[in-house]
């Protein structure tokens, strides 16, 4: 399903549940130590897709440890995203000679709380979305929104190092031809969040809200 957001060059593997088979390296096991055996299912899935998408770049398996913001720490020249939602779990991963970073994300196709949604949208993007939930309201747009900043969250940080916030974004949607562009507002100090546009495309199906963004080259100042 994801492979219908991704542009060539970029490899995944995706369950629709957790897999018996998935298993991980002792280093690994410590990040989920403390957590229930649901937990522990969905983190296991999501390295053992990981590792499935590595192998289709060639890359030999290793442990995949958690690094700042909790995201995984990808083998050198490699840049990926993982998420996980309900049933359903994906990993996503490139050269990064090919892409400079990725971002997925996965969420149930259900109203997003409004005090989430007047907290990460701008005054824009809560008209846009109450004007799509009008007229086509078997697409949860709020959630959407969230899904569409989630992502962007993921592909921006790892290039930064820091999240400019969810507030300080444009997003320009597609309501017909699942793309939009995400562009990063100037933060309150210059030059520290990558500026300039993001792509990615969205769908609906199987209840899951999914979006996809990529970054093909590394950002300018500015």
């Known amino acids: 399903m994801i492979e219908e957001l991704l542009p060539p060059g ?18 690994e096991e410590s990040a989920v130590a403390g957590a229930g055996p649901e937990r522990r299912a969905e983190f296991a899935t999501a390295r053992h897709l990981a590792r499935r998408a590595l192998s289709r770049l060639e890359v030999a398996p290793s442990p995949l440890l958690a690094g700042p913001r909790r995201a995984p720490q990808w083998p050198a020249g490699v840049v990926g995203s993982i998420t996980h939602c309900a049933s359903y779990r994906v990993a996503v991963v490139a050269r990064r000679r090919v892409f400079a970073s990725l971002g997925v994300d996965a969420e149930p196709n259900e109203p997003l709380p409004v005090t989430v949604l007047r907290r ?35 592909a ?32 309150p100090r210059p030059g520290l969040p990558p500026y300039g546009t993001f792509d990615g495309r969205w769908l609906v199906r199987r209840d899951l809200v999914l979006t996809a963004v990529t970054r093909s080259e590394r950002p300018g100042p500015g």
């Open 10 to 27: 970029v490899e995944h593997a995706e369950a629709f549940g957790d897999l018996a088979s998935a298993w991980l390296y002792p280093a």
């Open 120 to 154: 990460i949208a701008t005054e824009r993007e809560l008209a846009w979305v109450a004007d799509l939930l009008v007229r086509r309201p078997e697409v949860r747009w709020d959630r959407l929104l969230f899904s569409v900043k989630e992502s962007l969250y993921k």
């Open 156 to 187: 921006c940080t790892p290039l930064a190092g820091q999240w400019p916030g969810y507030d300080r974004t444009d997003i320009v949607l597609d309501a017909a031809g699942l793309a939009f562009s995400a562009r990063l507002l100037p933060g």
